[in-house]
């Protein structure tokens, strides 16, 4: 039915935080997941927002969103809504009892479970691993996130962690039609490193950015197709067509998510930077 019912009765009654975390059930309904016992907090919702904070701070592929935010996203017609779904891993049933928390491994748990794709207010599709995490480069929602890249024939083979990013999205016109370019900048350090290689090199190091770099922009062009796909604005591109031209954004408003933004031309460039390799620059 959408959600246009439910957050008007939320944002207009004066009991209600629009400030509240939002996600999405998947797999099962929020009774559910609301009903399964958890061992480290006794409310399932207050575990759904711990989980939610730190998941985005250092994994990079949820979105903490409140209800403010995601009826802002509905309202305008530059930016459709992107909420993290959560799901139950094991037996719900055998969640709802006391038992579930006296075990070191529970029989039934909550976890984070992709991205959901709204168009509007209806949900047009679920994204998850990479693919999530492209969304959130374009979104610039990632504090710290996880890259692996493969080295000499050995998949994984390099482990690389961020510690910072910023993306910068422009739209241009040309001809009466816009396009939009992505430019992401990220620092951070090799985390692990799977094959004996010497780190002190430098001209190595300059081929694993560029690896990464690599890596990246596929994770972000996947996640474009992804969207484009479904018709679906998630990244706010319209709102950077109307800064660059409002009054062509006047003419093609109407028409961006299902004719512009489908045929968008999105080109996407990355610049990943290796500052440290912790304690080793050769493995053992």
Known sequence: ?????????????????????????????????????????????????????????????????????????????????????????????????????????????????????????RLVRWVDGPTARGMMWVLERIQHTNLTVPWEGKKEAIGYRTTRSKTKVKAKIKNGRPSISIHIIAEGELSESRIPINLADTSLLFRLEKELERSAKEDVTKAIKAAQREKTDVFGFGAAVHRAAPRLWKKIEKEWHDRYFPELDVTVTTDMHIRRTRMWDKPY
């Open 1 to 121: 039915e959408g959600l246009d019912e439910v957050f008007d009765a939320m944002e207009r009654h004066h009991q209600f935080r629009t400030t509240a975390k939002l996600v999405i059930a998947r797999g099962h309904s929020a009774k559910e997941v609301l009903s399964v016992l958890t061992p480290i907090d006794k409310i399932s919702a207050r575990q759904i927002i711990q989980m939610l904070k730190f998941s985005e701070l250092a994994w990079g592929e949820t979105s903490n969103i409140d209800i403010w935010r995601t009826v802002r996203d509905i309202a305008v017609s530059q930016r459709n809504p992107v909420m993290t779904g959560v799901a139950i891993e094991g037996d719900p049933r055998k969640g709802k009892r006391q038992e579930n928390v006296q075990s070191s491994v529970p029989d039934a748990r909550i976890k984070l479970d992709g991205l959901a794709l709204f168009k509007n207010d």
